[in-house]
């Protein structure tokens, strides 16, 4: 992530739930998802408790997240 704050895609491995989240890069270069994370647990209805799998994937469109239930 080159960009200091932007937006980044957020799906589940099926697709059934997308959501545009934003996020602001900090000083110490850690992201930090500021809007759209709550908007996506709830629609993709996760679950307190439950694992899950995060992997990040770079394409031509750029930077998206994939969210996995495990």
């Not at 099926?14 to 930090?32: L, Q, W």
Request: hydrophobic share 40%; net charge neutral; glycine share 8%.
């Amino acid at each position: 992530m080159d960009d200091d704050h932007g937006e980044l895609p957020i799906t589940t491995i099926d697709g059934t739930t997308a959501v545009t989240a934003c996020f602001i890069k900090g000083v110490d270069k850690r992201v930090t998802i500021t809007r759209g994370w709550s908007d996506f647990f709830r629609q993709a209805h996760m679950e307190k408790g439950q694992a899950y799998a995060f992997v990040f994937k770079c394409t031509f469109k750029g930077l998206h997240l994939i969210v996995y239930s495990i």
